[in-house]
Each structure stands twice: as C-alpha cells, then as structure tokens.
C-alpha cells in the first residue's frame, strides 16, 4: 500500500484534492436548499472517518485532518466562480478530471489495489452526499432522493473512475 510518501507533492495534491472536488461538485448539482445543503455538507463525514478506520494507508493519508485542511485551503483559493451556474459547470468538470487523474496516478505507480480503493472512496463520498437530502422538497415534503442533475454527475464520475455506477 502507497502512503503520502510515495507521491510527487503535484500527485498528492490531485489525490488529496479529487475527494473534496467530488463533495462539493455533487452537492452543487443539487437543489436542496439551506437544510439540504446542511445535510450534504456533513454527509462525507462518515466515510471520511471509515477510511480513516480502515486499513488502507493511503486513504488514512488522504483522510488526514492535515490533509483536508489544506484540499479545502486549495480549493478556495481556486474557487473564483461568480454564480451558481459557473461554480456548478467548473466543480463538475474539476471533479471528474481530477477523479480520472487520481486514478490514473495510481495505476501508473502500479498500485491496483489502492486504486480501487480509492475509486470506491470517491465514489462512497459522492453517493453519501446525493442521497443526504431530498430535492426539490418543500418544507420536508415531496422531492426526490437524487436529482437528474446529481444522477448525471454519479454516471459520470463512475466512468471517470472506472468503475459500475449505481
């Protein structure tokens, strides 16, 4: 299993970063509203804490409180975006070619098996945070689970990563 060590710092940054990218990419492909939102913010937490548990190095290292800090520091500084439609179409395109690029990486370095892994994290993370809230609800009441827009992102990230979408 790879660590943090066996990576360019350009390399760790797009497998530190991609996580993040994916969150925010999905979240903003929603429509949930400020609770939605809420929801979708804190949704990632949990498989961030698993991969923290779990017996991949790599994970843990990208999973890192360290590590977070500085994807979120990187990625608001990239984030220059001035409305909704613009920070959507720039977060969905970074997440994917971010996510391809991870992968990508990894493969290069022959690390099959933490390839996967982290494939199936990403993914993990972007399912947590379109199935936390309801959208296009009010008040709690109708919506739908996934939007078409957050489906879209899903399919396309599952193919990015290379792997089965749901």
């Keep these: 299993m790879a660590t943090k060590s066996d990576f360019s710092t350009a390399e760790w940054q797009t ?28 949704a990632p937490a949990g498989g961030i804490v698993e991969a923290l548990k779990g017996n991949n190095a790599l994970l843990r290292d990208v999973c890192a409180k360290e590590e977070i800090k ?4 990187n990625l608001k500084d990239q984030s220059k ?4 439609k613009s920070i959507q179409a720039v977060f969905r395109q970074r997440a994917i070619e971010s996510s391809r690029d991870a992968v990508d990486i990894l493969k290069n370095k022959g690390l099959t098996e933490d390839a996967a892994a982290y494939a199936d994290f990403i993914k993990n993370l972007g399912d947590r945070v379109a199935n936390a809230a309801k959208e296009g609800s009010f008040l709690g009441f109708g919506g739908e689970r996934v939007s078409e827009p957050e489906r879209i992102l899903l399919t396309e990230l599952a193919e990015a990563l290379l792997v089965a979408s749901a």
């Design 70 to 73: 500085a994807a979120i520091d």
């Design 81 to 84: 975006a001035e409305d909704l």
């Design 15 to 42: 497998l530190r970063d991609a996580p993040h990218l994916v969150v925010i990419a999905v979240a903003a492909a929603g429509g949930s509203g400020l609770f939605g939102s809420l929801k979708e913010a804190i």
